[in-house]
């Protein structure tokens, strides 16, 4: 994936060598469970998620500046939310932030570089984004990043014995965007 930049993130392709950074949040549990994805039990279990990250190329770290430092993750991922528009060509945005960066915009400073990058050079229809109902921190940044609520459903986590919670979509169109 191409690497973006903006005034204090990097979002470049994960290395092998995120390892640590990425742990010393995964392993936090006020993160992976509000995502949908259970805490990180040792560093192994970090290493062979960046493992998929690179073999998925759909994912960035993100890098900030100041400390040469992966704080978070993204990514524009090739999913479908509402199978009604699924003609279009779109992805939906995903994030991630280590609790010791939380807020400071680093995240919606993130997204932002993403929408731009799905839009104007990958030509994107739609780009989708998502919340569980409890996780308040997303939806804010869904808020100050432009989404428009879509629709909500309810959904089995897998991960945590098929424990039921509201997920909400929101989208932006191509249309909307260029407003």
Not at 11 to 34: I, N, S, T
Not at 68 to 96: A, S, W
Request: one cysteine or more; a negative charge; proline letters at 3%.
């Amino acid at each position: 994936m191409k690497t973006l930049e903006t005034e204090r993130l990097i979002l470049r392709d994960w290395k092998e060598e995120d390892f640590l950074d990425l742990y010393e949040y995964a392993c936090d549990d006020r993160v992976g469970p509000v995502a949908g994805w259970p805490v990180h039990k040792n560093i192994e279990e970090s290493k062979t998620i960046i493992k998929r990250f690179i073999n998925d190329n759909e994912s960035y770290a993100i890098v900030l500046k100041a400390e040469n430092k992966v704080i978070g993750g993204t990514g524009l991922h090739n999913k479908t939310p509402d199978k009604t528009v699924e003609d279009l060509k779109q992805r939906e945005i995903g994030y991630v932030l280590n609790p010791k960066y939380w807020g400071h915009e680093y995240v919606p400073e993130a997204v932002k570089v993403l929408l731009k990058y799905g839009f104007e050079e990958l030509n994107l229809d739609l780009i989708w984004c998502g919340h569980y109902d409890f996780n308040m921190k997303s939806k804010r940044v869904i808020e100050k990043c432009g989404f428009n609520y879509r629709f909500n459903r309810d959904v089995k986590l897998a991960l945590f014995e098929n424990r039921v919670e509201n997920e909400l979509f929101y989208n932006i169109y191509r249309d909307e965007y260029f407003k």
